[in-house]
């Protein structure tokens, strides 16, 4: 049975993903003060976790990893995480919760516009490995 629960740091390291995050990108989800997040599993399987850094007061910095599992059950996914977004967006008052997403991934691209992001335009070589990523925000 799916369940959303709080988020425990451990968390972003039990996620199986079908893409490589190394442990370095790992500790830099975890190494913040201001840290909202939730886990979504199934009983004890972790199948997604994400959330926001809170940038400063009225901003937000969205981050979620996706396992194949949680891709799977897209529906459910999907609902779950608009509602998990919406949530962090009123309690802690954001005006503005912003993230990136790389130019090549259109599911993720999809998924930010269905949760009511817009594309703000390229972020040349941002990425780790120079690629580059969207700027996606949702502003209220």
Known sequence: MLKVRQFKESDVYDIHLDYDFT???RDGLCDHDNIVAYTLVDG???LA???AHIMWFGVGELWVLVSPEAKRRA???ARY???VVDSILQEHKLRRMQASIHV???PAIRFAEWLGFENEGVMRK???EGDDYYRMARVS
């Open 23 to 25: 442990t370095e990108s």
């Open 44 to 46: 004890e399987e972790v």
């Open 49 to 51: 976790v994400g959330g």
């Open 75 to 77: 529906a459910p996914f």
């Open 81 to 83: 995480t608009k509602g």
């Open 104 to 106: 090549e991934d259109q």
């Open 126 to 128: 941002y990425g780790i």
